[in-house]
């Protein structure tokens, strides 16, 4: 059975830092896309940052326009992990942050939509606030 298990969420105030984790079981994604969504309350969910396998140990990074140059989004192959280190947060980055990977070897043109990842984790609650 495949999870896909997040930790680090949590109330930062804005400016702050924040790092999550992601550590997905049952499988290996190494050659697969694994990234980040979120979901604030009542909005759809949204693309965050993803990484796509490139051959070796090496992954192109995509990101979102609106955490461009704040968030990095790392890949851990030999661990099958996946990590975001969120800096110079800001309110509006307040929402629920999913995991998620594919098990389809995507293009760009479908990167950053919901419905390429098959696989979810349950979600870890992220708060700017001061």
Same mark, same amino acid.
């Given at each position: 059975?495949?999870?896909?298990?997040?930790?680090?969420?949590?109330?930062?105030?804005?400016?702050?830092?924040?790092?999550?984790?992601?550590?997905?079981?049952?499988?290996?994604?190494?050659?697969?896309?694994?990234?980040?969504? =979120?979901?604030?309350?009542?909005?759809? =969910?949204?693309?965050?940052?993803?990484?796509?396998?490139?051959?070796?140990?090496?992954?192109?990074?995509?990101?979102?326009?609106?955490? +461009?140059?704040?968030?990095?989004?790392?890949?851990?192959? $030999?661990?099958?992990?996946?990590?975001?280190?969120?800096?110079?947060?800001?309110?509006?980055?307040?929402?629920?942050?999913?995991?998620?990977?594919?098990?389809?070897?995507?293009?760009?043109?479908?990167?950053? +939509?919901?419905?390429?990842?098959?696989?979810?984790?349950?979600?870890?609650?992220? $708060?700017?606030?001061?």
């Amino acid at each position: 059975q495949v999870q896909l298990v997040e930790s680090g969420g949590g109330l930062a105030q804005p400016g702050g830092s924040l790092k999550l984790s992601c550590a997905a079981s049952g499988r290996s994604f190494n050659d697969y896309p694994m990234g980040w969504f =979120r979901q604030a309350p009542g909005q759809e =969910r949204e693309f965050v940052a993803t990484t796509r396998f490139m051959g070796g140990y090496a992954y192109n990074k995509y990101y979102s326009d609106s955490v +461009k140059g704040r968030f990095t989004i790392s890949r851990d192959a $030999t661990k099958n992990t996946v990590s975001l280190q969120m800096n110079s947060l800001k309110p509006e980055d307040t929402a629920v942050y999913y995991c998620a990977a594919s098990s389809l070897r995507l293009i760009m043109s479908t990167i950053s +939509k919901t419905g390429s990842y098959d696989y979810w984790g349950q979600g870890t609650q992220v $708060t700017v606030s001061s």
